[in-house]
């Protein structure tokens, strides 16, 4: 089974500066993927980023990069030039086929609740 | 914007009503999923269709029942709720296959209140 801890249960940050949000996995699965979702106030869940776990280059959107450590696994959020609408809870979350469904198994950890401070 | 839509958004029910939930998507996803989210929890996993067929049951009590009439729609009908059922009920999709770039993709939910 695999579990997702996310260590932090509310961080805040000023308004355009930048801001870690840590995640740690523990899974046997080689074939796999991470993502952070964002959910505001509205609870709608938003992806933010996706990793695959074969690619060793960190993937980037926009503000939101991720520092992926495969061997430690390990993998943080860092936002960028932080804004009043990043305000939400950040889940961590592990995905990994389900054999011979079509279809996948996302374990999500407990979640951060980030708050931007102008 | 969300391509998975869910309707109602907001619904209150008594726990004797019969009521249904609904989620469609347009996006060719071939996977559909029902989770429920308590207040401050991540959210649990209910139910898994592949294909129009139903892969995954996390042992959920009986009085939910799903039913997918075709790839692009999923429902959740309600019977005999209990207070304790209220909660955000959130669809999702994905592609189905088992290729790279995979995602599960959420719609905005369902609120949910039993009285």
């Known amino acids: 089974a695999q579990t997702v801890t996310q260590s932090q249960p509310e961080m805040s940050v000023q308004e355009a500066e930048t801001v870690t949000l840590s995640c740690t996995y523990d899974?046997?699965?080689?074939?796999?993927?991470l993502f952070w979702y964002k959910q505001p106030p509205s609870r709608q869940m938003i992806l933010v980023i996706r990793?695959?776990?074969?690619?060793?280059q960190n993937a980037t959107e926009n503000r939101f990069s991720v520092n992926f450590q495969k061997a430690a696994k390990s993998f943080s959020l860092k936002i960028s030039d932080s804004q009043l609408g990043d305000t939400a809870m950040y889940f961590c979350?592990?995905?990994?086929?389900?054999?011979?469904?079509?279809?996948?198994?996302?374990?999500f950890g407990k979640g951060t609740k980030l708050s931007v401070i102008p | 914007d969300t391509e998975v839509t869910q309707t109602p958004k907001h619904l209150v029910m008594g726990m004797t009503n019969k009521k249904s939930l609904k989620c469609e998507q347009h996006?060719?996803?071939?996977?559909m999923y029902w989770y429920k989210q308590k207040a401050k929890k991540p959210p649990e996993l209910m139910f898994v269709?592949?294909?129009?067929?139903?892969?995954i049951n996390e042992s959920v009590p009986s009085r939910f029942s799903p039913e997918c009439p075709n790839s692009s729609l999923l429902n959740l009908h309600l019977h005999a709720l209990q207070p304790e059922d209220s909660a955000l009920y959130l669809c999702?999709?994905?592609?189905?296959?088992?290729?790279?770039?995979?995602?599960?993709?959420f719609g905005e939910g369902s609120w949910l209140t039993v009285v």
């Open positions: 999702a999709s994905s592609q189905g296959s088992q290729s790279s770039g995979n995602t599960i993709y």
């Open positions: 899974t046997s699965e080689n074939n796999y993927y």
């Open positions: 990793q695959e776990a074969y690619k060793q």
């Open positions: 979350a592990f995905m990994k086929p389900i054999s011979g469904a079509g279809s996948y198994q996302l374990t």
């Open positions: 996006m060719g996803h071939r996977a």
């Open positions: 269709y592949s294909y129009e067929k139903l892969s």
